[in-house]
């Protein structure tokens, strides 16, 4: 059969469906990174211990209004899907493009934004698990009591508060090294959640840590996260947002940057 | 459409050109990879890249896979630009790669490249062609050497390509996997594929190629079929152990060169039985004769090693 096929111009078959090829690329990547401990140990089970020891094990004193096992689950959930987006993108396109897998896949005709909504599906899920797991537990051990909209609404906006690091995961990885790519993401990744309020109540923070806070990335989604369960400190809604869209934005472009360099050194 | 740049293939031997390096020159930085460099592939023959580690092989295979960009010259594939996607659907590559997806199965990865392709194999003919029938639920990082070079093999052909490209296919292969390889490139000429193969083991490109091009500096220094490529150095190679010096051998009829080889000489005679005859009648005593013919190793490394008279011959 294949060597009738040989003969014929290979222009005479329809092209592979588009759609196919992302969602086969998304899936791989999804199980990869499952099958992968380092990955889907750390950004899932940090979130989920953090939790059960500083909310469901330790006290049940409130914070900023609401129980503590309420507000840590936007706290840890934005800390879940940061680390699940972060080490999704950065980690894997650091690999690939510095040992060589990325060009074996750019010798094949697979069209590159397959490639890259693929690793984006892939994150994606896995911040969506990180929170729903956040979410059983709270229901199930900490005496939360959310409304199906408000928990739905919560889920919604920690996994659209994801997609700027998956932007800033894309810079990571087109300047980080394969080796050096998860040391740099925890540079990144460790001190910006705690000067968010993402492991001490923000309120808990020393002034000036507060000051920083407001450019930080983390910070804004937190905030975003924490008006769903009302407790909201920060200004308005669309200020968060936009700070967030702006970040993202700054980060395509460094990774666009990191492109061109790749392309460059390719003549 | 580009349909009417897309060449039919009509079997080995029609001898049209379906890839193209026209004057290429490649440079990284300072670094000097490719001069004047000019390569043709033509339909149905494999054609060996023969050179040492940092001739310029894969930096010329990677030209042809459109994932680099020549400084100067001109680079085509089935007469268009080698980086475009309707060229790559014809084309496969097995490249040397450092780490590929550990936890992935056999057939994960098989499937996955497969869904590129607008008329792939399908995973049982893949699958049987590389030899991995038996392997297909395995992960990645759990199968030997050997057995992760027929993935990338797998990867190569799964698309049904026209013209493949092996860089390197049997690095670091034992004798039985490189030959169980062999025999899978070997099935796909005979399909009528066309094989472009970097190799710097010279006997590879003997058993498997129809035509070699020998690359050292970045340039072809010689090109031709493997016996033609073998003539240039005629005649046969004499090991043996002798107490006569250099010199007194060098003017017997039939010699043309000697050198020390640990305990013993090896003559390069261009006339192995007049220079036979010459050594017992002069040395008595000589022993541990051995006779072979000259390799596709000798012509390449008195090829590689005179680049003056090699560019002559280009």
Known sequence: MSSVSTSMPAVTFPRPNPLQICFKEAKYEFLKCLRTPMYSVSTMLFPIMFYVLFGLVMGRQMIGGISTTVYLIPAYGTFGVMGASLVGTAATLASDRGLGWLEVKKASPMPMYAYFLGKLVMSVMFSTVDVLMLLTLGFAFGGVHLPALVAAKLVLTLVAGSLPFCAMGLAIGYFAGPTSAPAVINIFYLPMSFCSGLWMPFMFLPKFIQKIAVFLPPYHLSQLAFRQVGAGQGGPALWHWESLIGFALICLGVAWVGHQRDQRANG | ?314
């Not at chain 2, 010259?73 to 590929?100: C, E, N, W, Y």
């Not at chain 2, 395995?138 to 070079?149: P, V």
């Not at chain 2, 490529?229 to 152990?241: D, Q």
Request: overall charge neutral.
């Open chain 2, 1 to 314: 459409m580009p349909t009417a740049q897309v060449l039919p293939i009509h079997g080995r031997r029609s001898h049209q050109t379906v890839a193209q390096l026209q004057d290429v020159t490649k440079n990284f930085g300072s670094v000097r990879a490719l001069l004047d460099f000019n390569f043709s592939v033509r339909t149905g023959e494999l054609t060996a890249l023969l050179g040492p580690n940092g001739a310029g092989k894969t930096t010329a295979i990677k030209l042809l896979l459109g994932l680099l960009r020549p400084t100067s010259g001109h680079v085509s594939v089935f007469g268009a630009d080698p980086s475009q996607a309707i060229t790559r659907t014809r084309v496969g590559a097995m490249l040397q790669v450092g780490r590929v997806p550990e936890t992935l199965r056999v057939a994960e990865h098989i499937d996955l490249f497969s869904s590129y392709y607008p008329n792939p194999l399908s995973m049982s003919e893949t699958l049987a062609i590389a030899g991995l029938e038996d392997l297909r639920q395995r992960r990645f990082g759990d199968l030997s050497g050997g057995q992760k070079q027929r993935v990338l093999f797998a990867l190569a052909i799964c698309g049904n390509p026209d013209l493949l490209f092996l860089d390197e296919p049997t690095v670091g292969l034992d004798v039985a996997a490189r030959h169980l390889l062999w025999e899978e490139i070997r099935h796909l000429l005979s399909r009528g594929k066309t094989v472009v193969l970097t190799t710097h083991y010279l006997e590879e490109a003997d058993a498997l190629a129809d035509r070699v091009a020998v690359i050292n500096k970045g340039s072809i220094i010689a090109e031709g079929t493997p016996s033609e490529i073998k003539a240039r150095t005629a005649g046969k190679k004499i090991r043996c152990i002798t107490q006569l010096p250099p010199a007194v051998i060098r003017n017997i009829k039939g010699v043309m060169d000697v050198r020390a080889d640990r305990e013993a000489v090896v003559i390069q005679a261009n006339d192995a039985e007049s220079a036979l005859r010459g050594l017992l009648s002069l040395d008595l005593e000589i022993s541990g004769i051995e006779v072979t013919s000259a390799g596709l190793e000798d012509a390449f490394l008195a090829l590689t090693r005179d680049d003056s008279q090699g560019d002559q011959n280009v």
